[in-house]
């Protein structure tokens, strides 16, 4: 009996500064694979757009502000639940590492 492992989808948004670094912390954790190959996604460029509220604390941008900013999106496939998870936790420790 053959047992198939559930595929998901990863996709996320980065600054382009840090895109291979987040890449690379899926890749780590098994994200991206397909039989015989490692590292697959695929990445689409665009323009970011948010206006923070009155009481946002924001990063970039000021509360009340229209603000739009580059940004990555990354879709990677990740095979197995176990992948998926081990994936989004590498993602968030990476994006909690950097302020």
Not at 49 to 59: I, K, V
Not at 68 to 97: F, I, M, N, S, W
């Amino acid at each position: 009996m053959t047992s198939t492992l559930a595929r998901f989808s990863l996709v996320f948004y980065a600054p382009p500064a840090a895109v291979e670094a987040c890449k690379a912390a899926i890749f780590r954790a098994g994200a991206g694979r397909y039989p015989n190959y490692t590292e697959c996604c695929w990445s689409s460029i665009g323009t970011g757009q948010f206006r923070p509220g009155d009481a946002a604390n924001p990063h970039i941008g000021k509360p009340g502000a229209l603000e739009q900013t580059p940004e990555v999106r990354v879709e990677a496939v990740c095979v197995g639940e176990q992948v998926a998870r081990d994936a989004v936790a590498a993602l968030k420790a990476y994006v909690e590492a950097d302020p």
